[in-house]
């Protein structure tokens, strides 16, 4: 399974961003969609995922501000970033596991929030 993750950028703060992520390739029994990021010097953190049926779950630092959404048809997930603070700067990852117990990893999107 390939992730491809598109829609990073340079915002000012207060600004939106829409990433997305294409999942392709054997991609039977994709459940949980979701984005992590990663800033300078710290570890990688969930943003949101969320699994098949639709149910979400968001990161406190994230919630009212950012929405996740997927398309199964399309193995496609979304995140819609409002209201971008500078502490969102980081490199966004984009994540899938499946029924089958394995999970996949995109290459990261830089979000750059200036203030």
């Known amino acids: 399974v390939q992730l491809q993750a598109s829609g990073g950028g340079l915002v000012q703060a207060g600004g939106s961003l829409r990433l997305s992520c294409t999942a392709s390739?054997?991609?039977?029994?994709?459940?949980?969609m979701g984005w992590y990021r990663q800033a300078p010097g710290k570890e990688r953190d969930l943003v949101a995922r969320?699994?098949?049926?639709?149910?979400?779950d968001y990161a406190d630092s994230v919630k009212g501000r950012f929405t996740i959404s997927r398309d199964n048809a399309k193995n496609m997930v979304y995140l819609q970033m409002n209201s971008l603070k500078p502490e969102d700067t980081a490199v966004y990852y984009c994540?899938?596991?499946?029924?089958?117990?394995?999970?996949?990893w995109g290459k990261g999107t830089l979000v750059t929030v200036s203030s």
């Open positions: 969320i699994i098949s049926s639709g149910s979400t």
């Open positions: 390739g054997n991609i039977r029994g994709l459940n949980t």
């Open positions: 994540n899938c596991d499946s029924y089958y117990g394995t999970e996949f």
